[in-house]
């Protein structure tokens, strides 16, 4: 199993039986081996992150013993030209909290550093969920944060050292941002699993099952991958944002209907006959659509090595090579005489007859040259096209045909 072997298989193993024996509903540890996740997060780059970078807060924070420390500790202001930074990290005292036992978490890792910002959108593309990703360095024999649930599914990926973990079971079943962690929620009870991270070892935990780890005797570090999963709740929240369109529902209420609640007590049940009316008639093939095209649209681009993309538009020919870039949003539809290529956050339009060669970059897995593209377009025009997605970031020049 290499980096190249997709990102959910990498994690779980079987993708299947993940879905039908525990997406949601029971963690699953899976063993190495160690260079499984090899290149995404080490020492050294942590090194290069905390005392090599300008990191600043809310990118990073050091916790201990469950609780945050306070930043004026550890950040200080510079000044860049004329304009002054705040919260920017001192090295020197970030790791004189570090040799004292506080864990630093690298937050919104996938904002900021490109193998894990690979790793989750490889990720949510296939599990079509977002996603986000924080580090944890812990220092040996140390724990970041006490007994706790999360609101979101995790993966945990151990990438240096080993952490052992206890994962109980749910005292809230599958809690979401409404139903956050609290200690008065109780004591968990027993782990229902204990398991020792090593570099390679990955761990799913499900939303609401408390958990918590404590590194070994040698530094820790873990990236967590979370994974905001959408909910029926959601889909439902998507489909009554269309409710004031309709005209009997942005009727008011009567007047003084707060001092005499049972007058329209009394006409909610007919207004409830009305509601269900709507959403029979609403709730179609089309609420599925629009829902996943909101998943797409989401997706904000993730573009390494853009700029010696652009350089090479330069050499661009009918022997050249492209592939689709890693990562990619490349969803295409027709509507009407215009051809729709979805590219995440953009959206480009284009004359219905481009479909065909669109349609092929989008099932195509390996490299390709223009004249691999189906349709009427001519040579001129296929390089045309072509260099227009280079641009946009959706293709990338794989070099020159051989």
């Known amino acids: 199993m290499t ?5 959910l298989e990498r994690c779980v193993g079987d993708p299947e039986r993940f879905a039908e024996e525990h997406w949601g509903r029971a963690p699953l540890f899976r063993e190495g081996p160690p260079d499984r996740f090899a290149g995404i997060l080490d020492l050294r780059d942590v090194d290069h992150l905390v005392t090599g970078t300008l990191l600043r807060r809310p990118a990073f924070r050091l916790v201990k013993d469950g609780e945050p420390l ?48 690979e790793l989750c959108r490889d990720l949510e593309v296939e599990l079509t969920h977002p996603t986000q990703a924080n580090a944890y360095v812990t220092p040996p024999t140390s724990q970041g944060f006490a007994v706790h649930h999360d609101t979101h599914d995790v993966f945990v990926i151990q ?22 962690w609290s200690k008065e929620l109780g004591d968990p009870g027993e782990p229902a699993l204990e398991a020792d991270l090593s570099p390679g070892d990955c761990l799913y935990i499900p939303r609401g099952f408390p958990h918590d780890a404590v590194a070994r005797q040698e530094v820790s570090i873990h990236v967590t991958v979370g994974v905001l999963a959408y909910t029926w709740a959601d889909l439902w929240r998507h489909l009554l944002r269309k409710l004031p369109d309709e005209l009997r529902f942005r009727e008011a209420l009567p007047v003084g209907f707060a001092s005499d609640p049972a007058s329209v007590a009394e006409e909610v049940g007919v207004r409830a006959k009305d509601l269900r009316s709507w959403i029979d008639e609403t709730a179609g093939p089309d609420l599925a659509d629009a829902f996943a095209e909101r998943f797409w649209r989401g997706r904000r681009a993730v573009l390494p090595g853009a700029l010696e993309q652009l350089e090479r538009l330069r050499e661009i020919g009918s022997g050249t090579r492209f592939r689709r870039r890693r990562g990619s949003v490349f969803r295409v539809s027709v509507r009407g005489d215009e051809a729709r290529l979805l590219l995440g956050m953009r959206v480009l339009r ?22 691999d593209l189906p349709g009427p377009l001519d040579e001129d025009s296929r390089l045309v096209l072509l260099r227009r997605l280079v641009r946009e970031g959706a293709l990338e020049v794989d070099g020159a045909a051989g």
């Not at 980096?3 to 990102?7: G, K, L, R």
């Open 159 to 180: 990438t240096h050292g080993r952490k052992g973990w206890r994962v109980y079971r749910p005292l809230v079943e599958l809690a979401g941002k409404e139903q956050p």
């Open 70 to 117: 306070d930043p004026k500790t550890y950040t200080q202001t510079i000044r860049i030209g004329a304009s002054r930074v705040e919260g920017t990290a001192r090295p020197d005292r970030v790791l004189d909290h570090f040799v004292d036992g506080a864990t630093i978490v690298l937050q919104a890792l996938h904002r900021q550093w490109p193998p894990v910002a």
């Open 350 to 371: 284009m004359p219905s007859f481009v479909e065909p060669a669109l349609g092929f970059m989008a099932e195509r897995t390996g490299p390709f040259i223009a004249a």
């Open 3 to 7: 980096a190249s072997t997709p990102a």
